[in-house]
């Protein structure tokens, strides 16, 4: 199978016709084989039941409906590992994504063997609510990340196989694919400038200002998990036990002047009565309990379980 196009969507039953028929006739255009997968993220609406009409219809459509909303990063997670295609093209349900944006994806990923193609929405129909901190986070993500891409939170993205295949998206860290991508060992990351329609059918699912937030906090987190998750022991041991040394070493350095008074009968201050003996004390137990917390950080690490363990209602087409 050349693709597999993953499509989340939350609430989206009025685009879903349109949408569609879109990718049918770009597909049969350019004589791809290929399967569309929605995953239905605990839809209210009638989303479900337009899934099940469309795939009646058309043999290429296959769906999950989660039970309940668990958000963009489960829904893509499920879509991943039922995707089949050579290449996986992500898409949002809204029509702000095109479909003609695919041929080209598939091109650069086949052609010249990108992992990974980002989507670059250069020309924006946003408001500045959304615009300014999409600019913000990316610039953000840009400098932690050392990848050189405009719009890390793209939906429109297309992958190899093998990619996200060796991937775990999950949380809110669907904003960050890119990045895990890279920490995975696929570094050929490249970009495409893409149209972004404006949106023609339902509303935004995501805040402006909250979606900076959140993102900036997640980034946080990614760059501690990347980094620290198989040995936490070396984050937190190292600044615990610095934290130590400077306490040992200050609170020694009090006690030597103690004695250094009381040998030269000179008049000494309380220990207590010196500012400092509270700094090292501060230190010394904080650097113990940071060690600590490495350690049982490590031991939890060592005996994790997958977070990815969401529960499926119904499915079309799954094997």
Request: with cysteine; glycine share 6%.
């Amino acid at each position: 199978m050349d693709i597999s196009v993953v499509i989340p969507l939350f609430n989206e039953d009025e685009s879903l016709t349109e949408l569609t028929s879109w990718i049918e006739r770009v597909m049969d255009t350019h004589h791809f084989s290929y399967e569309i997968i929605m995953i239905d993220d605990g839809s209210n609406d009638g989303s479900w039941q337009k899934i099940e009409e469309l795939a009646e219809k058309n043999s290429h459509i296959k769906a999950i409906k989660f039970r309940r909303n668990y958000g963009k990063s489960a829904a893509l997670h499920c879509g991943f590992q039922a995707a089949q295609g050579d290449v996986v093209i992500t898409m949002d349900a809204d029509m702000q994504d095109s479909p003609d944006e695919i041929p080209e994806l598939y091109r650069m990923v086949t052609e010249e063997d990108y992992d990974l193609v980002s989507g670059w929405k250069k020309k924006r129909f946003d408001p500045l609510s959304k615009t300014i901190p999409t600019k913000l986070f990316n610039a953000t993500a840009r400098k932690f990340s050392g990848i050189r891409l405009h719009d890390f939170n793209c939906g429109l993205k297309a992958y190899k196989n093998r990619v996200i295949k060796n991937i775990e998206v999950y949380g809110e860290m669907h904003r960050y694919i890119p990045i895990i991508a890279k920490q995975a060992g696929f570094t050929r990351i490249g970009e495409k400038i893409v149209q972004h329609r404006a949106r023609k059918y339902g509303v935004t699912k995501f805040g402006g200002l909250n979606r900076f937030i959140n993102g900036v906090l997640d980034l946080l987190s990614i760059t501690f998990i990347t980094r620290f998750a198989k040995k936490p022991m070396h984050l937190f041991g190292a600044i615990g036990t610095l934290l130590f040394i400077i306490g040992f070493c200050a609170a020694a350095w009090i006690g030597i002047e103690k004695l250094y008074c009381i040998t030269h009968d000179i008049r000494a201050r309380l220990v207590t009565d010196n500012p400092y003996f509270y700094i090292s004390l501060v230190c010394m137990i904080l650097g113990t309990q940071l060690f600590l917390a490495g350690f049982v950080a490590e031991l939890v690490s060592r005996s994790a379980t997958d977070r990815n363990v969401y529960l499926i209602e119904k499915e079309i087409g799954q094997k």
